[in-house]
Structure formats: structure tokens, C-alpha cells
Nanobody, 115 residues
Framework: QLVESGGGLVQPGGSLRLSCRVSGAITSVFNTYDMGWYRQAPGKQRELVASITSSRSTTYIDSVRGRFTVSRDGSKKTVYLQMNSLKPEDTAVYYC????????WGQGTQVTVSS
């Protein structure tokens, strides 16, 4: 099970830290998973925003590189997304999932960037 949290309403230029906690039977293999953060804005398809491998290699899409940082804590079975210098176009529901063997999607966490 994937549970995302940490979203909210923030002004442009603000910051948020999202968390994605893994629970259930998959926790025993969490540290072997390559994980991704995705987002879906209204009327748009879900897109991969950032990823982190089991060895902590990271990738980002161009529009968030330098502003977002993905990390993970194996002991807490959690993946994080630190989002700085937020822009209105970052407004979306954010999800996490296994990068190559997707699990059932969680409920996501809403991020709204607005003045």
C-alpha cells in the first residue's frame, strides 16, 4: 500500500515536503524498489516528475530540476519529495509508485500553488 501525504496550499515561491510511505507485505522488499513521484494536473495525463533507484540515483524532468529533490529512507519505508520555489504550474495531485512494477495507486496528495 502506498500512502502519500504532505500536500497543501502554498504561495508561489514556497516549499512543501511530500512523503510516500509504503506499508504491507511489500515493505520487506521496499529497499529493492526503484520509486517514482508522479503528478496529475486537472485535464492532463499523469506524468513522472522524479525518480530514485534502490541505489539512490535520481532523475528529474526539466521543469523541476534544481527545485525538487527526491530522497528515500529505507528504515522508514518512505520516499520524499522536497519541492522548493514552487510555481502555479506545479499544481497537481502527486503520487508515488514503483517505477517498473507499478502497485495499486494511492490516493495521492493535492498540491496547490496559488497566491
Amino acid at each position: 500500500q502506498l500512502v502519500e501525504s504532505g500536500g497543501g496550499l502554498v504561495q508561489p515561491g514556497g516549499s512543501l515536503r511530500l512523503s510516500c510511505r509504503v506499508s504491507g507485505a511489500i515493505t520487506s522488499v521496499f529497499n529493492t524498489y526503484d520509486m517514482g513521484w508522479y503528478r496529475q494536473a486537472p485535464g492532463k495525463q499523469r506524468e513522472l516528475v522524479a525518480s530514485i533507484t534502490s541505489s539512490r540515483s535520481t532523475t528529474y524532468i526539466d521543469s523541476v530540476r534544481g527545485r525538487f529533490t527526491v530522497s528515500r529512507d529505507g528504515s522508514k519505508k518512505t520516499v520524499y519529495l522536497q519541492m522548493n520555489s514552487l510555481k502555479p504550474e506545479d499544481t497537481a495531485v502527486y503520487y508515488c509508485n514503483n517505477l517498473y512494477q507499478p502497485l495499486d495507486w494511492g490516493q495521492g496528495t493535492q498540491v496547490t500553488v496559488s497566491s
